[in-house]
């Protein structure tokens, strides 16, 4: 991984099929291996959250899946030095084929609430999540321009 700031800036998808199973992955590094999680990442400097979202579930599982919305901020200091923060988006799945990211993840699946719930190695923000479901989605605003001024080459708002 490359050198970072001292202020992180990531994503996660909390990806349902048609039957309501979650996708989740395994990483094979990090606090989260061996640990159902979210697919996840940071954002590259040339791209919006929300792109960053779709890119990151699509390069560790193959699955293409359509935005609904933010659905809340995990945000936590490090060591009291490096500020970490992710954005979690609600998406559904547009296909179920998985093709996993080797050199990242160790296993990437479909699995319903209830099992998660009951499997030890479900992670802690998964177990949160499917307890303290999210109210509504805020939606992604696009097509916006604030001005040629800004210079933006993508502008989205989330609402």
Do not use: C
């Amino acid at each position: 991984m490359s050198k970072r700031s001292n202020i992180w800036l990531g994503v996660a998808g909390l990806v349902k099929d048609s039957n309501g199973r979650w996708l989740v992955v395994k990483k094979k590094y990090s606090g989260l291996k061996g640990l159902w999680s979210l697919p996840a990442g940071f954002v590259k400097q040339d791209e919006t959250v929300d792109q960053a979202v779709l890119r990151e579930i699509k390069e560790e599982t193959g699955v293409d899946a359509t935005l609904i919305g933010l659905i809340g901020v995990r945000t936590g200091v490090i060591r009291e030095e490096i500020s970490d923060n992710m954005l979690i988006f609600l998406l559904q799945a547009d296909d179920t084929a998985i093709s996993i990211q080797e050199e990242e993840l160790s296993d990437a699946r479909f699995i319903s609430e209830e099992e998660l719930l009951k499997d030890p190695t479900s992670s802690l923000l998964i177990k949160y999540l499917i307890e303290n479901p999210p109210n509504k989605p805020m939606n992604v605003v696009k097509g916006l321009n604030p001005g040629d001024q800004f210079q933006y080459t993508t502008y989205h708002f989330i609402k």
